[in-house]
């Protein structure tokens, strides 16, 4: 079975499509991560000369319109130039809009007939959060007509996310921001892509100058400079060094402008640290090498992997169910289900993921 393609790769597969003029006539794209929905909007939308956009391009909303309107301007003609454009977003909601209740509005079933024979000269663009159910005639028809790109955007996972950043920074600013530096930033920004390419924005904007991006430049931008990260802190954790771990987690919440806030952001962390670490784990006792543990992960990054690698070995599989307890444990604890402050949640989670 072939591995399931991530947003970024996906993306680039679309925007392929879009650039070759190599199109399917119909596309739905869905799914959370909508930085490449909204990436893709974009060249959708300049497939259109924008002197011929008064006549043929439409971006609407399902929620304003109906599948009988929808339908009506997919199946006209384009004026006076050769293609028409048509995105429609919030597309599941288009049997809720665009209309005062009477039958002539149409039934969002009917795009299955549109998907057999589309219009030729007229892009659909169909975007939604979700996927039409699988047990509804949509569902059942729409992932599998020739005529639709059918692609899903999902979240990119966490490990995935330092790779990221050093690739966006080198295509969007021709910057190199080295592995730690962009762990560094993951880490403080999460998986967000909107946020992250903002902050990356920032960051290669403070270094104008320079062509290289460090931890510092990092710290500086983001306005998180301290002595302490949650980064030290899981270095002393990985080295079960329980002393130096509650002194870190002490240093970092004494400079937190809210200890709440800041014991989430490391619970978040932690949880993603010690899923690449299950990840690799369980990958290992199927008696993968580390080469083919790193291809399966599609992490490209070798700093950061051997980083991972040398963290997932201080551990072993059976540990895991320990440490996700300990974690939703302090997950509770923050939302109220005890009566401990942020510091002792924070050391009682130190203390029985060290073990």
């Known amino acids: 079975m072939a591995a399931k ?54 971006l609407l909303y399902g929620q304003d319109i109906s599948p ?41 079933n009917d795009f299955i007939a549109y998907f057999e ?9 169909l975007i939604d959060t979700k996927k039409p159910a699988g047990n509804t005639n949509l569902g059942k028809k729409i992932a599998r007509n020739q005529n639709v ?35 560094l930033l993951g880490q403080f920004v999460g998986n967000d892509l909107q946020l992250l390419s903002t902050e990356i924005d920032k960051v290669c904007t403070f270094v104008d100058t320079s062509d290289s991006i460090n931890n510092e430049h990092v710290k500086k931008v983001i306005g998180s400079y301290r002595d302490y990260t949650a980064i030290e802190l899981k270095e002393a954790v990985m080295k079960r060094d329980l002393e130096q771990s509650l002194y870190i987690s002490e240093q970092i919440l004494q ?20 899923i690449n670490i299950w990840q690799i784990r369980r990958l290992s006792e199927k008696g993968l090498s580390q080469s083919k543990v790193q291809a399966e992960l599609g992490i490209k990054s070798s700093w950061y992997f ?34 401990l402050d942020p510091t002792s949640i924070l050391f009682l989670l130190i203390r029985r993921m060290i073990g």
């Open 68 to 108: 009988a309107q929808a339908l009506g301007i997919a199946s006209s003609f384009p004026m006076m130039a050769e293609r028409r454009v048509l995105i429609i977003r919030n597309f599941l909601q288009i049997n809720k809009g665009g209309g005062d209740g009477s039958s002539q509005r149409g039934h969002i």
């Open 5 to 58: 393609k991530n947003s970024k790769t996906v993306f680039e597969q679309v925007a392929g499509e879009i650039a070759s003029g190599k199109l399917k006539p119909v596309y739905y794209l869905f799914g959370e991560e909508e930085f490449y929905l909204d990436l893709l909007l974009e060249k959708f939308s300049a497939v259109i000369p924008s002197d011929q956009k008064d006549f043929n391009f439409d």
């Open 306 to 339: 051997n980083k991972l690698w040398d963290d997932a070995s201080r551990f072993h599989y059976n540990d895991m169910p320990r440490v996700f307890e300990a974690l939703l444990d302090a997950d509770r604890a923050i939302k109220g289900f005890s009566t």
């Open 255 to 274: 400079h937190s402008k809210s200890d709440t806030g800041e014991l989430i952001r490391i619970v978040g962390f932690f949880n993603s640290v010690f």
């Open 149 to 183: 790109g059918f692609h899903e955007f999902e979240k990119l996972p966490d490990y995935m996310i330092p790779d990221w950043v050093i690739a966006w920074a080198k295509e969007k600013h021709g910057k190199k921001i080295n592995a730690e530096a962009a762990q």
């Open 117 to 125: 024979n589309p219009n030729p000269t007229t892009l659909l663009v």
